[in-house]
């Protein structure tokens, strides 16, 4: 069966940072830059997109390209005879699987923000009136039930009219709407009288705040960041690598990904800081932040409900493109193992992404008392604690060995593959630090993430 292609360079860019783009740029960003001491650590996670990020997302990119297969098949096609790299394939998979159990909820919690601010439900409410909104929402598990099923039916719906009429044309718009909204909301934050200290503290490196805090945590921070922020090591890239031509060269496609997923992130600064320093509240407020925050700020200025109804629909692109792209991979990994039709393949994962979502909606009410990380954890939480801080960055240590060491696919095979084509190019030089640096700095992230 001939493999699908994507229609065009900029439809491969977009999905890939849409996969990458996520609520994590959005409130994860600005919380942690918060938390972090602002720009100091701004210019330590460029540093580690570029060293950590971009090598990392070449190798994914170059393991689906050279295979053409899903990430539960490619390693069948590129590994020695007799070795047992394909496991991973299957790791890979349930990582998909369990992200959307997860990211689904969240999903459907931005739409119901959109519909709540656009209504005008929170018009008039105080600060605990919002948290009150907030509290009653994750209260009720048959509202959160049918947003959840509405992102869901989205997801199977746009991933079922193939490759270039559904995902790469409905995502093409939204990272494009996503983008333009952002810019909008952005030059209204920094226009707000009093925003201009939100700025500095954003962007004006403090370098006596990172001391304070201590260089290795806010290192240690900035490279975790750098790492996740690309979903890497559950071949939701390698996915987009297969789609592709061989026009051009991986690394230089790498960079243009990197720098779409940051420009996301530091314009969600650019809306957030100036906004939180304009309204007196705590940058370094957490998920708080985006749920209860903000809906107080916009209640506050002019023309509020326009722009947190434009800031929530923008919140609900970022994570309906995950949910897009990871649906797709989950699609293209169950045909390569079934045969089954693209239509055939939407409607039973549509099925069991809806059911095997109902714990994590579950865990915020009648399961609420459930509560595996300790008190005040959830269902949510152990998600998000497996694919975070196991099966990511466990999947892209073994996707870098496999690319750098002659027991897997090996140096040379990867470099051919990556290089072909115009644009940047994986120079002889970094092989040093590819092959024994940068494992090295995976599994850092890895143990921190357990301990």
């Known amino acids: 069966m001939q493999r699908e292609r994507l229609g065009s360079r900029l439809g491969f860019i977009l999905l ?20 972090y001491g602002g720009g100091a650590f701004v210019l330590i996670y460029f540093l580690c997109l ?19 297969k899903s990430p539960v098949r490619l390693y069948q096609k590129l590994e020695p005879e007799g070795s047992k790299w394909h496991l991973h394939g299957y790791a890979a998979l349930a990582g998909n699987y369990l992200l959307m159990m997860f990211y689904t909820s969240v999903a459907g919690w931005m739409l119901q923000y959109f519909v709540k601010t656009a209504s005008g439900q929170f018009e008039g409410a105080d600060a605990a009136g919002v948290e009150t909104i907030f509290g009653e929402m994750l209260g009720e598990p048959v509202s959160m039930m049918i947003f959840m099923g509405i992102v869901v039916a989205l997801g199977g719906l746009v991933c079922s009219r193939g490759l270039q009429n559904g995902l790469e044309k409905i995502t093409k718009f939204m990272m494009l709407a996503l983008l333009a909204i952002m810019v ?11 925003g201009a200290e939100g700025l500095r503290f954003y962007l004006l490196p403090d370098f006596d705040r990172m001391m304070e805090l201590g260089v290795g945590k806010v290192i240690v921070g900035a490279m975790n960041q750098a790492f996740f922020t690309l979903s890497l090591g559950i071949g939701a890239m390698a996915i987009f690598g297969s789609y592709i031509g061989k026009e051009r060269s991986l690394m230089g496609e790498a960079v243009n990904v ?4 940051t420009f996301v992130a530091v314009t969600s600064g650019l809306i957030i800081f100036p906004a939180c320093y304009a309204y007196g509240v ?27 109804s434009l800031f929530f629909i923008f919140m609900s692109f970022a994570a309906l493109s995950t949910v897009f792209t990871v649906f797709e991979n989950i699609m293209s990994c169950t045909m390569d193992l079934f045969g089954w039709t693209r239509k055939k393949t939407c409607l039973v994962n549509s099925i069991l992404i809806f059911l095997l979502s109902l714990p994590c909606v579950l865990g915020f009410n009648v399961w609420s008392g459930f509560q595996p990380l300790g008190p005040g954890t959830g269902v949510m939480d152990l ?8 099966l990511l960055p466990l999947g892209s240590l073994i996707y870098v060995l496999f690319c750098v060491t002659r027991y897997g696919w090996g ?4 470099v051919a593959e990556a290089n072909e084509g115009i644009g940047l190019k994986v120079a002889n030089w970094m092989r040093p630090y590819m092959t024994f640096v940068l494992p090295a700095i995976v599994l850092v992230i890895f143990l921190m993430g357990i301990f």
């Open 16 to 35: 890939s940072a849409g996969c990458a783009i996520g609520i994590g740029n959005v409130w994860k960003f600005p919380y942690i830059t918060g938390l």
């Open 258 to 261: 990197a720098v779409l997923d």
């Open 282 to 308: 705590q940058p370094d407020s957490g998920p708080s932040l985006i749920f209860i925050t903000l809906p107080n700020i916009f209640n506050n200025i002019p023309m509020g409900r326009l722009w947190g």
């Open 184 to 194: 909008v909301l952005a030059v209204n934050s920094i226009l707000l009288d009093g």
């Open 383 to 390: 998600e998000d604690f497996m694919v975070s801080n196991l």
């Open 50 to 68: 570029i060293i950590i990020g971009v090598p990392v997302l070449t190798m994914e990119f170059a393991v689906g390209r050279a295979s053409q």
């Open 411 to 414: 140096w040379n095979k990867f």
